[in-house]
């Protein structure tokens, strides 16, 4: 059996891009990403009573040059794929602008969906992660700081509200359902 096995493997994958692209009706995803690019950037896009503010326009086409491009912009659309889109976020040096970048892709992805350039919007489901770099510290909720200025686990057990175990493990709860009575001095 030569290589016929190879071609027909090869033809079968160039079918089921096209399938995908008809049925999806988008007739641009064998366009390149770049073209995706320009088409989301672009005011002609919007409404003409809706149009983005420059400094929005600004951001979207420092965002899409600095890490967008790089990654998608040699791409066929239908090429495209999510690991593509965590890749463009994850160049981000840091999780504010991750989340900027973030937001990007996922007009991106619906407008690129709505432009028929792109067929899933699973796309848009990247979020930033440090990868290398040190995590970000994590940020003291109000509900904690409340919790902790109230006073320990066996003051809340002395006052009847259940065993330690329970509160440690779950201290929201205290919130929402406080003592009754007065706490212990």
Not at 7 to 24: F, I, P, T
Request: charged share 20%; proline share 8%; net charge positive.
């Amino acid at each position: 059996m030569g290589g016929g096995g190879f071609r027909e493997a090869g033809l079968a994958a160039k079918l089921e891009k096209v399938s995908v692209r008809l049925a999806a009706d988008a007739p641009g995803m064998e366009r390149p990403g770049s073209d995706l690019i320009a088409f989301y950037l672009s005011p002609g896009r919007h409404p003409a009573g809706r149009p983005w503010s420059r400094k929005h326009a600004d951001t979207q086409r420092r965002l899409c040059e600095r890490y967008l491009a790089p990654v998608i912009g040699g791409l066929a659309c239908e090429d495209i794929k999510i690991a593509h889109m965590q890749a463009a976020v994850n160049a981000a040096p840091t999780a504010g602008e991750g989340a900027r970048v973030r937001r990007c892709v996922s007009a991106l992805v619906g407008a690129g969906i709505t432009g028929g350039y792109l067929a899933s919007s699973r796309l848009r489901e990247v979020h930033w992660q440090p990868g290398d770099r040190p995590a970000p510290e994590p940020v003291i909720s109000v509900a904690a700081v409340r919790w902790a200025g109230r006073g320990s686990a066996r003051q809340f057990q002395r006052a009847g509200t259940g065993s330690v175990e329970r509160l440690v493990q779950n201290p929201g709860t205290t919130l929402a359902h406080p003592p009754v009575g007065r706490l212990p001095s």
